[in-house]
């Protein structure tokens, strides 16, 4: 406030002799105040109000102080504040709370500002926005208009592959990710569709911890040699590679075989598939290249002086391994124009098993080491030593690279540091095929089981060992080749050439005994 108006307005006040001496009085800080601190409560005297004259010195400061500017009438009220005591300000502060306090998500719509409450609503999880709906009637329809349980929804069917896959499974991704028509349900219908979802997911998990799947066996029907060394399948089809030196392709839903793919000389051991073509593996030491949809061979490989064991393709680059002991690094231009750019060698045995990505090359030997290479130079970077017998099978992702071995233990380890993070012990024979998403670890072993690992308990140094095994499958009466799984099956295949689909979504509850469910069986019985 300028001083020429405070003093006008000190000039104005003063009319009144007794007027002045109690406005001061009020102004002032209470003089007569007593607080005596003790470890009883706090006592206080405070000088009363004049009755005669406040009422119309109260309304003559009001008047005034209606006159000034907003500049003008903070800085006086400052100055009252800070001539008062704490007591008073406490009471100023609760007065001024509520006083505070804005119900924006109301106040935006009256703006024309909709789309901005909604937004911010749009961040709640499902049980605040069931709590938010309740919060009153403008909050309620700022929900259903903005259709917030449909974001819900799409933000986790974005992020989550569980959600994904119930989606596109139970077909209600059709009423997702879609502008507002008329083809669209209303917001009631998301708001009840949510829990069912959530109990679709806990009937899920339930079903993996319990073991409750069901069965469906493909019998494959090998006219030599038995056996189905390897596999990869989608929501289509399964491609598996035989031991008899075919690769058969199967309808996903019908389990019918739809095609034979014929050419190596030797058992089919490795296979990698993705829309575009087909590449494997074979004991007659090359890498062939087939059409998806002809099975057309578009080229073999001939480098490997031994039985090619796994091989890893993705992003233009391809590792293969060979029972000769070394990795070959391809780059694939096309199907067609695949040229070797690096042979890693190292390893004293065999090599099994290869991974990789935009990192990190990690490979595995039947001489117990785990070797790191770099991707981009291919030079070695580091070698884990643990395993006791050799390594028949690995999976890297994430900085973890996770190992089944012939000394029967599966083991993690931190691909960075080189250390072994647990020992996973239960199989009773070689480890031959693992996987592991973020949930969950699956091993198949000699011993013809399958293991259902918790994953994030055995990153945990405090889990209990006896708590990490979730579940054991017995179907197999052969050793398990290969296995793959997501959220919602298992398919595994083995020596006693059956391909098994273990379905923990489509469970049926008839009389079924709890781990074990009637199986239907597919025969190809080749022509």
């Not at 540091?417 to 996987?435: M, N, P, Q, Y």
Request: proline share 3%.
């Amino acid at each position: 406030m300028e001083p020429e108006m405070e003093d006008k307005t000190l000039e104005m006040m003063n009319t009144s002799g007794m007027e002045s001496q109690n406005l001061v009085d009020d102004l002032s800080p209470k003089k007569n105040t007593v607080l005596k601190l003790s470890n009883g409560p706090v006592v206080s005297s405070r000088k009363r109000p004049s009755e005669g004259n406040y009422e119309k010195e109260k309304e003559h400061c009001i008047a005034l102080f209606d006159q000034w500017s907003e500049a003008d009438q903070v800085e006086f009220v400052e100055r009252l504040i800070s001539r008062m005591c704490h007591y008073q300000h406490g009471h100023i502060n609760s007065y001024l709370k509520p006083m505070l306090q804005r119900d924006f998500i109301t106040a935006l719509p009256a703006q024309g500002l909709d789309h901005i409450a909604e937004n911010i609503l749009s961040f709640l999880d499902a049980r605040s926005l069931c709590a938010a709906e309740l919060v009153c009637k403008e909050w309620q329809r700022v929900i259903s208009e903005g259709m917030l349980w449909k974001k819900l929804i799409e933000r986790m069917v974005r992020t989550d592959p569980l959600w994904k896959g119930l989606s596109e499974r139970h077909q209600w991704e059709k009423y997702l990710f879609k502008n507002r028509t008329s083809e669209v349900p209303p917001n009631s219908y998301y708001h009840s569709l949510y829990p069912k979802i959530i109990q679709d997911i806990e009937t899920i998990e339930a079903n993996w911890r319990c073991g409750r799947h069901n069965l469906q066996r493909i019998q494959c029907r090998s006219e030599n040699s038995k056996g189905v060394y390897c596999l990869q399948y989608d929501d289509d089809k399964i491609i598996s590679g035989l031991r008899d030196n075919s690769i058969k392709i199967w309808d996903k839903q019908s389990l019918e075989c739809l095609k034979i793919l014929t050419g190596h000389t030797g058992s089919v051991l490795c296979l990698q598939y993705d829309e575009r073509v087909i590449v494997t593996g074979s004991s007659d030491s090359t890498v062939r290249v087939w059409e998806v949809t002809t099975g057309e061979v578009l080229n073999t490989l001939i480098h490997h002086n031994e039985a090619v064991l796994h091989l890893r393709f993705a992003n233009g680059l391809m590792v293969t391994c060979s029972k000769d002991r070394s990795i070959a690094v391809w780059d694939m231009a096309s199907p067609t124009d695949i040229s070797l750019r690096r042979v890693l060698v190292g390893h004293r045995a065999a090599v099994n098993v290869v991974d990789f990505d935009d990192k990190y090359i990690v490979s595995a030997s039947g001489d117990r080491t785990i070797k790191v290479w770099s991707t981009s130079t291919c030079e070695f970077v580091r070698t884990l030593n643990g395993h006791k017998r050799g390594i028949a099978c690995l999976q890297y992702r994430d900085r973890l690279v996770v190992s089944g071995s012939s000394d029967n233990t599966i083991r993690l380890w931190d691909i960075e540091c080189g250390a072994c993070l647990r020992v996973l012990e239960g199989h009773e024979e070689l480890v031959r095929c693992i996987r592991f998403d973020n949930k969950r670890i699956v091993s198949g072993a000699y011993d013809g089981k399958i293991k259902v690992w918790d994953l994030q308990a055995a990153l945990d140094p405090r889990a209990p060992a006896s708590t990490l095994c979730l579940r054991t499958l017995v179907e197999h009466s052969g050793r398990v080749f290969r296995l793959q799984f997501d959220e919602f099956q298992i398919i595994s295949s083995s020596h006693d050439d059956t391909i098994l689909i273990w379905d923990f979504l489509n469970v049926s509850t008839n009389g079924q005994s709890e781990g074990r469910s009637p199986s239907r069986t597919y025969t190809y019985i080749s022509r």
